[in-house]
């Protein structure tokens, strides 16, 4: 995610009212097809008649940050999904066809589903009980579904689409107006607010969209634009397929007054680029270079990754924000002020958090920190490595706390500042997984371990990382046993103390040293 932003107006904060607790049946004769029920009665009964008993598959799969998010019972393959989106009311009417593998025997299962709500749920066609309480949604089916089997969950959900009040972060999530229509911000778990999803990186699946929105405004989303078909009440349905896997919160879903330009990179990667047309051409000079980006990263990272790649920008007014979207990503207006360093960013991320996604959020400084890197590689590119060196120096300043100087004298105060208000790089809070830490922190220690193994090492650290975790997910033991396996030399220690310690290491070779604290 691009790390400049403002916080949205209280006045979006609206979801934390409590939808009560839903419980429902899908079966065609129940009575106004949901029932209630004492509250949070999972369906656990105990059955005799079943020849396997399965498990009730518990709420989250135990990410360290945010142990409610997904569901480790059953592992996403696809997802075909519709969504027809009414933008003059904000009405989302939504079905998602979920194709997963069961990785244990399972009597009931939950799917992340916040905001709107479900009103059908069938498993494999057949009409199953649910509860709807708390964003998760909780699958009871008749029948155990057996450990190892592939199965299709059915859910019919609607409602009106309100952004998402998410735990890590302190500006909202999920869907999100702009100027002419709306957009996803879903980076941790906003994802679950406009589609069910088991949303955690570690579930990839291939996804199908087919976004309907009335004409002529324009749906765009991750992957291949593979149809368009205008229907008769004024609506059009565009139909995206990715050919690779995606994390969630990855998924692009933009709605908008958009002209599509297509071009390619010189060494022959198709660019398709949303640009809302009201955006002055100005404004969008900073994706010129885009092709020429590719082509750049591919060179120290290996290919790129991915079918296709593109920028999707909408006119909005709230929010300063981009995100990693697979295969487009997300910018709003408020960013583009940041120039080429935003845009190369993004497109850094398909490579290290797309392509090599998280296999817990702990680890984020993996993701920002090889973005944040690689602006610091354009400036190097671009304007040499003296002016790569300044940007070190006054990020290795701030992470210190040697800019707290200017309101104090003592150096002990001045470092106490940094440590309260920037966590190590390695271990973010909860609440705040985007502090600023796991960008310039992250992006020093790169540089860090660039300077202590010289050029060749790190590039061959960075595409073997890549290319051993592509399309799947990594963590931070995963870069250090690649840095051990290229190096020949145990770095942990080295890599340790710059994720994970309060003081900054120092750069002995800039004349970069911590304050004394
Ligand atoms: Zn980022």
């Known amino acids: 995610m691009g790390r400049h932003r403002a916080k949205l107006a209280v006045a979006l904060v609206v979801v934390g009212a409590v939808l009560g607790a839903c419980v429902g049946s899908s079966t065609p004769d129940a009575s106004g ?45 696809h997802v075909d999904g519709s969504i027809r989106l009414d933008t003059s009311s904000g009405r989302l009417q939504g079905h998602a066809e979920i194709e997963a593998i069961a990785l244990d025997n399972l009597d009931s299962w939950s799917v992340d589903l916040d905001v709107l709500f479900p009103s059908e749920v069938l498993v494999n066609g057949a009409a199953a009980k649910w ?252 304007r040499g490595p003296e002016f790569r060196d300044v940007r070190i120096a006054q990020s290795y300043d701030l992470m210190s706390g040697r800019q707290f100087l200017n309101g104090t004298d003592s150096e002990p105060v001045a470092a106490a500042q940094a440590y309260r208000q920037f966590s190590p790089a390695g271990s973010p809070r909860a609440d705040d997984i985007f502090n600023a830490s796991v960008y310039l922190r992250g992006g020093l220690t790169l540089h860090a371990l660039r300077l202590e193994v010289g050029d060749e090492d790190f590039f061959e650290i960075a595409r073997t990382f890549q290319k051993q975790f592509a399309y799947g997910n990594a963590d931070t033991a995963d870069f250090v046993a690649t840095v051990a396996a290229v190096t020949g030399r145990d770095l942990t220690d080295f890599l340790n103390a710059w994720l994970y310690d309060e003081a900054m290491p120092p750069i002995p070779s800039l004349g970069l040293s911590p304050l004394t604290g």
């Not at 080429?340 to 817990?360: C, T």
Request: aromatic share 12%; no cysteine.
């Open 33 to 77: 097809g949901t029932t209630t029920t004492a509250g949070g009665e999972s369906g656990a009964s105990p059955s005799t008649s079943r020849a396997i008993s399965g498990i009730d598959a518990a709420d989250g799969l135990g990410d360290p940050l945010y142990p409610d998010l997904g569901n480790a019972g059953y592992d996403v393959q």
């Open 131 to 382: 509860t709807h309480e708390g964003g998760e949604l909780r699958i009871d089916p008749d029948a155990v579904v057996q450990k190892g089997e592939s199965f299709l969950m059915s859910i019919a959900y609607s409602g009106l689409t309100e952004p998402y009040d998410s735990p890590a972060a302190t500006f909202m999530m999920g869907m999100q107006r702009s100027q002419d229509g709306f957009f996803a911000l879903s980076e941790p778990d906003g994802t679950s607010s406009w589609m069910p999803a088991n949303d955690h990186p570690s579930d990839k699946a291939t996804y199908r969209l087919a976004i309907s929105v009335p004409g002529p405004l324009v749906a765009a989303a991750s992957g291949t634009l593979i149809d368009t078909v205008q229907g008769d009440d004024g609506f059009i349905t565009y139909t995206f397929e990715t050919r690779d896997p995606v994390a969630p919160y990855l998924l692009a879903f933009g709605v908008g007054g958009f002209k599509r330009v297509e071009e390619q990179s010189a060494a022959g990667v198709d660019i398709r680029n949303y640009f809302d047309v009201d955006i002055r051409e100005s404004s969008l000079s900073i994706f010129d270079r885009q092709g020429e980006m590719i082509d750049f990263l591919a060179e120290r990272f290996g290919p790129y990754p991915f079918e296709v790649y593109g920028a999707m920008v909408l006119e909005t007014s709230e929010v300063a924000v981009a995100l990693e979207t697979q295969t487009l990503s997300t910018f709003g207006t408020q960013i583009l002020g940041l120039g080429e360093e935003v845009v190369i960013h993004e497109l850094a991320h398909q490579w290290f958090g797309d392509s090599v996604s998280l296999r817990r959020w702990n680890d984020i400084w993996l993701n920002e920190g090889f973005a944040t890197y690689t602006q610091w590689l354009w400036i190097e590119e671009t």
